[in-house]
């Protein structure tokens, strides 16, 4: 995904109701299904260490009733694999 337009943002809502505005990172296919990496946008007011509380935030995209929505992941090990693999792509595009 190009850079030249500036990072892309989704608002997502929690089971809480509450939405959380996220910052589009990559996305990849494993075993035919999609994941997409993001990471939380951290308002300029927040402390000096929010920034660090917020990590990568990997969500796997389905579709239901033919629209696409995003879910967490529940397995443990469909998570780390996954995780393993973003840690995969993004170190080679750093190294590009």
């Known amino acids: 995904m190009s850079e030249e337009y500036g990072p892309n943002f989704v608002t997502i809502t929690d089971e809480d109701?509450?939405?959380?505005?996220l910052e589009y990172i990559d996305a990849l296919e494993y075993e035919g299904r999609t994941y997409m990496?993001?990471?939380p946008v951290v308002e300029e007011d927040a402390d000096e260490g929010a920034e660090e509380d917020y990590g990568l935030i990997l969500l796997r995209s389905d579709t239901i009733d033919g629209e696409e929505m995003l879910s967490t992941i529940d397995d443990?090990?469909?998570?780390?694999?996954?995780?393993?693999?973003?840690?995969?792509?993004?170190?080679?595009?750093?190294?590009?």
Do not use: H
Request: avoid cysteine.
């Open 37 to 39: 990496a993001f990471f």
């Open 17 to 21: 109701g509450n939405d959380i505005e």
């Open 76 to 96: 443990d090990e469909e998570l780390e694999r996954v995780y393993d693999l973003f840690m995969e792509q993004l170190m080679d595009d750093d190294e590009e």
